[in-house]
């Protein structure tokens, strides 16, 4: 044979070897891309594949899935209408970053939750809603007068929840009620003044209250409508929050005294004055049982009788303004100065218990079961409620709102427009930490 044919023969040899893998892979491959193919475009075979597979126990909570189904109730910059700064909800000793929502505006004032949802509003009276998770619900920017109008209107006031409304004043004298399902306008309605202090709420008379600052007037209205139910006239400038509890609304002034008004009228029941010099009140009031809790201008922290009308104790724990709500649980008051301290005190003679200092311009207290939650400047801190020894801190970018508390979160707003969920850490961390 000669080396002509040879060489055809080994020619048609590669070939025929060359047809025959493609064949075998032709074979071996086919079906399986005919399947894959096949598999989305065909609903009736997916969902016998589903059907087939047996359901599979839930996996055990995660830290952050019981944070959100936990719900609290946080009505009010301070909790509930009595402003006590107090829940019961539990929080381990050491806290993660849950989730962090960029909103562009700062967050100042602090946030209000109820159910499942949460609620923060920017000085250019922008209020937004949060669920749990931290995603945006609806996002509201209020305006003047009417929804046409390209007047921008600011607030430095918390905002507040109740009857399924949120309330916010803005500063041109304008209280607006907002669904808190949808953001949509439920009324809006005009005021003589400018409220600086939270909107409160009295559930049996379905009533809420505003505080206009310059004239101290209180305000009392349908909580439907915004209708006026009364005017009760101002003694001084009011700059605080009005406490609401039984029958009651007390609030302080620069008239050196508490004030206790009836809420059926309006009518007042007692103005307990502040004796000597510096006893202007500028902060919020908190009310347990027949007592209330204030501190005032020149340092001094106050326990007064509301069914007496006398003051039942008063004592200075500082050289600076004491401008913070009260923080009241069993036996204790706590409550910060402008110089950074943290005082804790008893509550039946105002003797000191403990006192720690966290430094900068601290906000005011709030107990979550058996430990204090306070901000400091860019800082939120966890301490213990018997002895005020600090557990747990962080820094965050900006100087921080008061907190919330959301179920099982610590919800803080911050001037570098974020908002940020706290939740108990994973066992890991809390074993490193230990």
């Known amino acids: 044979m000669n080396a002509h044919i040879k060489v055809k023969l080994k020619q048609i040899a590669f070939v025929l070897l060359g047809i025959t893998c493609i064949v075998a892979a032709l074979f071996l491959f086919w079906p399986e891309s005919t ?63 849950s989730w962090q929502i960029l909103l562009g505006d700062p967050v100042e004032e602090a946030p209000v939750a109820v159910d499942d949802r949460i609620f923060v509003v920017t000085p250019r009276a922008r209020v937004v809603a949060l669920s749990l998770e931290g995603e945006i619900l609806w996002d ?3 305006q003047s007068h009417d929804d046409t109008s390209s007047q921008s209107l600011y607030t430095e006031a918390p905002i507040a929840c109740f009857a399924s409304m949120l309330f916010v004043a803005t500063d ?49 209205m349908e909580s439907d409508t915004g209708t006026l139910r009364w005017r009760s006239k101002g003694k001084d400038r009011a700059d605080g929050s009005p406490s609401v509890s039984g029958d009651k609304v007390v609030f302080g002034s620069c008239a050196s005294a508490l004030h206790v008004v009836a809420v059926k009228d309006g009518s007042y029941l007692h103005d307990i004055k502040i004796e000597e010099g510096g006893g202007q009140v500028a902060g919020g009031v908190a009310i347990q049982g027949e007592f209330v809790y204030a501190g005032c201008r020149d340092g001094r922290v106050m326990r007064a009788n509301l069914q007496e009308g006398v003051m039942d104790w008063i004592h200075s724990v500082s050289k600076t303004e004491v401008f913070s709500t009260p923080a009241l649980q069993g036996d204790l008051l706590l409550i910060s100065a402008l110089d950074g301290v943290l005082h804790g005190l008893k509550q039946d003679t105002g003797e000191r218990v403990w006192q720690h200092v966290l430094g900068g311009e601290t906000g005011s207290p709030v107990i979550v079961d058996d430990k204090v939650v306070i901000v400091s400047d860019d800082s939120l801190f966890l301490l213990a409620l018997e002895d005020g020894t600090r557990l747990w801190e962080s820094q965050l970018a900006g ?18 427009g974020t908002v940020t969920a706290f939740v108990a850490a994973s066992t890991e961390e809390k074993e490193a930490v230990s």
């Open 140 to 142: 509201r920017v209020l």
């Open 35 to 97: 399947k894959r193919k096949e598999a989305p475009d065909s609903p009736e075979l997916v969902e016998t594949i589903r059907s087939a597979v047996p359901k599979q126990p839930a996996p055990p909570q995660t830290n952050q899935e019981e944070a959100v189904s936990a719900k609290t109730e946080w009505n009010t910059y301070h909790g509930d209408t009595a402003l006590t700064g107090t829940v019961d909800t539990h929080f381990s000793s050491v806290l993660e970053r």
């Open 399 to 416: 100087y921080l709102s008061g907190p919330a508390i959301a179920g099982n979160m610590i919800v803080v707003g911050c001037e570098d």
């Open 172 to 220: 041109d004298g304008q209280l607006t009620a907002l669904d808190v399902e949808s953001g949509d306008l439920r009324w809006r309605t005009d005021l003589d003044g400018y409220a600086h202090g939270t909107i409160n709420y009295h559930e049996a008379s379905q009533s809420v209250f505003v505080l206009e600052q310059g004239s101290g007037d209180l305000l009392c």
